[in-house]
């Protein structure tokens, strides 16, 4: 009876893990066996595609040749209402098939919104748009379906900007105030709804104020409830290479991971 009960906690506790997301850890990112994930992967401009989702089974699909190369991870663009009609619908189900297909290839996708690009500071649109997309229910299905291979990023260089047409923008102190008590609010709004997964957020500036970044990190790890928050800078730092690297070294110390979503194509 002993060795029974053994094999039943052993299983049990085994099928236990077996459910479990990704999750963070001080500053890493760990996969659902608990090992060290680093994040080496693309970003896949799916809703960009026109000839998407008709190419999805044809073997054009762009998502072919990303899997030559072998990346543990995938950024995948999306939008809760991409505003042009004359395209082909985007539907969850196609956005489905594409996660899937990554999950097979052990690949996990970092699904982001870029409905909010050039939109910096409207927290009641986000609400209704962004927040609106995640926790409705065929999303949060999506989400618990591929629990096990899903990052949600929740929305795409969404933030105050420093400049206004060249001018410096006299309101952005103000404006980060405004929108880190915001991100608490939509972190709280996303776990509300039962979303599990690590939340990757993007830093201001068109992702690219990494000293905002910092600063919020801790606090926005610490309104999770499930202190799962995943900090994402987008490089396009034209800066010297001694400042590059000492940035990098800041980032990489910091008390929650920090990841590039985006970089520079060019020196």
Known sequence: MKLLTLFLAVFSSFYTNAQQTFTTSGNKILDPCGNDFVMKGVNYSLADDWNFPANLNNGKELSAQIMLANPNAVRIQWFADYGQPTRPALTIASLDSVISRFARANIVSVLELHDFTQIHTDTTGFNNDIVGWWISEPVLQLIEKHRKNIIVNIANEYGPTKWISNDINPNYDAEIITWTKHYKSVIAQLRNAGIKVPLMIDAPQYGMDYETAINVGTQFNNADPLNSIIMSCHAYWNEPAATLS??????????????????????
Do not use: K, T
């Not at 110390?253 to 194509?265: D, K, L, M, R, T």
């Open 246 to 267: 000492s940035r990098v070294h800041a980032l990489s110390i910091q008390s929650v991971p920090f990841v590039f979503g985006e970089v520079g194509n060019v020196d």
